[in-house]
Every structure is written in C-alpha cells, then in structure tokens.
C-alpha cells in the first residue's frame, strides 16, 4: 500500500480503505508468509518480523539451527514472516502462529502483550531490554549528492522530493519521525515551530509505503525520491548491492532505534516450542550473532564487538532515545495515535 498526500475530507473513506486492505494483508500474511505450521517431525518455530531484517536471518537461521542441533541434539526449522513492523504485530494479535517476534520498537510487542499473548515483563527477560541489536535513522541519497542534502533542515527545501514509509503502519516510519523531531528539538523550543518543520518535511513526501523495505524498493527500483529516511542497516546494505550509485549521509542528530525482540508466550506454550523460542532470542547475544548483525548493518548491543566494527558505524552523531519523549508510550499518545502530532501535520483532524 502506498499513502499520497489526501485532503482531510478524503481521510474516513481512506480509513475504511485502509482498514479493508489491513484485513486482507492479515489473510494473506495468515496463509503465505510463514504464519502457519509445517507438519513435520522437525521441530519447527516461526519468527515474525519486520521488514529489513530479511538478509540478517535469512543468515541467522541456519546459524542457530547448526548451533541447536550441535547443543541440544535436536533439529529445527525456523520459518520466517516479514513486514510493516505494527503490521506484522497486527498479524500475531489476529492470529498469525508466531513463537517469537523480532519488531522494530518496543510498542509494537506490547500491543501484543495487551492481549495476553505475551506475558508482562517480556523486557527484561534479556539484556539490554530485550534488544539485541540497535540502529539509527539515516539518509541515503544518490551517488554525487546532486541536492547536497547533508542535514534534517535539507530535506524541507522546496526541491527536495522525500521518501519515507507510513508511521500507522510501519515502526521504522515511527523512528524516522522521532529523528527528524530530535533534530528540531535541537534548533527550537517553540512546539509549534517544531510542528511546522515536520508539516514541511512530511509535504515534500512524495510517496509513503507501508513498510521501510517498500520505501528502499520506491527509491532504490522505481528512481523516486532525491532522499531516502531510512534505518541505517538498510542504506548500508543498499550501498553493498549497488556499489556507486548511492551514497550514506549521517545528520548531526537523530535517534537510537532499539528493535525489540519476545517470546510470543501462549503460542509457544501450546506450540511445546517455549525453550528453543527462548534459545533463538538468547543466541541473538551470542559472540557469532552480534558478529553476523554488524555485517548486516546493526549496531550490536555487546559495546566490545560494537567496538571492533567501528568504522563501520558513525559513533559520533548526538542521538536521542525513546525515554526522551517519555517511552514508547506518550510517544504514541503525543505523536501517532488517531488525531496526534502526524495526523496534524500530515492533514489529518
């Protein structure tokens, strides 16, 4: 799905088709994305996911199976889904069979704890509250810089042609938006004239996917866009498969991404697959997968193998984090939720 700019009159039957396209993402994410169980006499465990993490598990996956079969004498499957991240949350609520979840921010996990799925607490049940692996947002622009975009304040420039995915849809979109307004919260205490800023940045959005993966795949295949708001794993891994064409550009501040990971505990438990789910999440600490995440772009949570990919990562730029905007949730009651800060700016009431 693809969100243009829509005059507020338009916004209920935008709604209603939002909601329709929802429901059949839903049945679709249910019957071929990995939702659904093998009949097999391998033990098999589906994670659900969001969208640039493909590459990094389809590396994970046979990683941890050589290392649960060489531990436990037992083979396993691990069958993976991928998507907007508050779509795929949306997909487990409504019945997608997922042991465990691997999701762009700590909100989409606890709108899966709200229905029991997931048991209280879920955070710290590993380090670093439940977050393995972190990132930040960037910019990727094409080879040469042709607009020489090189901070926040470029992209509201009438000429600049943004491309970002949707915040009601897609959790890296939710950390872009946080980025940007750390920027701003740098340069200006007046929250109006911090809204403005957003107002413009968000109307230079030519087209707003659903997920970060959609986005990367408007500007990267389709040639849309001067600027892509992207993770930084995703624009490094864009510049390793098109060598030349693409160039990374750090603004001086943006936000510390933490994608979050749990057990989806009330499948796992009727799934008999509670302790290999809790192995999978574990060995996402281990040495050999911290490793594994800095070759695919993520900055790893063990601070000493962090330091060994150094330069591949800018350590230097000023980041925010969610606990500046109050936690994940008064960061969804100021800025995401119907009727919040995005819906002002982007035209919404």
């Known amino acids: ?29 249910l019957g071929l994305t990995g939702c659904g169980r093998k009949n097999s006499d391998v033990l098999t465990i589906t994670n659900v996911s969001y969208d640039p993490t493909r590459e990094f598990y389809e590396a994970y996956n046979p990683q941890f199976e050589q290392y649960y079969k060489e531990t436990y004498g037992k ?22 069979n997922a042991d465990v979840v691997t999701l762009a921010l700590e909100h989409d996990i606890s709108l899966i704890e709200q229905t029991g799925l997931i048991e209280p607490g879920w955070i710290n049940e590993f380090s670093a509250d439940s977050a393995p692996y972190t990132s930040t947002i ?10 020489n975009i090189k901070d926040w304040d470029d992209l509201v420039k009438s000429d600049v042609e943004v491309i970002t995915p949707d915040p009601k849809s897609s959790g890296g979109a939710c950390w872009n938006f946080l980025a940007a307004l750390s920027y701003e919260r740098e340069h200006e205490t007046d929250e109006e004239a911090r809204k403005e800023f957003l107002k413009k940045l968000y109307a230079n959005v ?103 990919f150094s330069q591949r990562f800018d350590l230097n730029v000023k980041l925010y984090t969610i606990q500046d905007y109050g936690g994940w949730g008064a960061a969804y009651r100021n800025y995401f939720d119907d009727g919040a800060m995005f819906d002002e700016i982007y035209g919404y009431e």
């Open 1 to 29: 799905m693809r969100r243009h700019h829509l005059h507020p009159r338009l916004h209920q039957l935008h709604k209603k088709k939002l909601f329709l396209t929802g429901m059949l993402t839903a049945a679709l994410v």
């Open 206 to 308: 030519s087209v707003m996917d659903s997920g970060a993966r959609g986005s990367t795949t408007t500007f990267v295949e389709n040639g849309k866009g001067d600027v892509l708001i992207a993770w930084e794993n995703e624009a490094l891994a864009t510049m390793d498969s098109y060598p030349g064409k693409y160039e990374l550009v750090t603004p001086s501040v943006s936000i510390l991404a933490q994608p979050s990971v749990a057990i989806v505990d009330d499948n796992a438990d009727a799934n008999g697959t509670q302790d290999v789910s809790h192995a999978y999440l574990e060995y996402l600490y281990s040495d050999n997968a911290q490793r594994l995440a800095a070759k695919y772009g993520y900055r790893p949570s063990n601070e000493k193998i962090l330091d060994e």
């Open 138 to 147: 960037v910019f990727l622009v094409r080879k040469g810089n042709p607009k």
């Open 75 to 96: 083979d396993v499957e691990v069958i993976q889904s991928h998507g907007g991240s508050t779509s795929q949350a949306r997909s487990v609520v409504e019945g997608c």
